[in-house]
């Protein structure tokens, strides 16, 4: 399964990292055919996508509102994903979900519905 960690209380312009690691069978030997992301829900709002990788980790994509200012990365010896989330506004204030789904191609996946696993979520707050 997915637990994400490092959610938090923070001030607008801080920065913050979320980490995400996967354990059980389903990962223990191929987390690296798994593309990964990152996806937040804000209260309110629909759940979108932030950021992914393909399963080797050498290709990305991220939301528009984030370019430049998040950096998705994973650690495939460790079984880890993990956001670095710099210059936080107000309005990402949502919880965010690490998804990950069998992808052998090495493709980036950025729909929701095409990912199988998701962790419970991490709250991130960011005050003015």
């Known amino acids: 399964h997915l637990v994400e960690s490092g959610g938090g209380l923070v001030q607008a312009g801080d920065s913050l990292r979320l980490s995400c690691a996967a354990s059980g069978s389903t990962f223990s030997m191929y987390f690296g055919s798994y593309a990964v992301a990152w996806f937040r829900h804000a209260p309110g709002m629909e759940r979108v996508s932030v950021a992914g990788?393909?399963?080797?980790?050498?290709?990305?994509f991220y939301a528009d509102s984030v370019k430049g200012r998040f950096t998705i990365s994973r650690d495939n010896a460790m079984n880890m994903v993990y956001l670095q989330k710099n210059s936080l506004k107000t309005e990402e204030t949502a919880v965010y979900y690490c998804?990950?789904?069998?992808?052998?191609?090495?493709?980036?996946?950025?729909?929701?519905?095409?990912?199988?696993?998701w962790g419970q979520g991490t709250r991130v707050t960011v005050s003015s």
């Open positions: 990788l393909n399963g080797s980790g050498f290709s990305a």
């Open positions: 998804a990950a789904s069998w992808n052998t191609d090495q493709t980036i996946i950025t729909e929701s519905g095409k990912y199988t696993y």
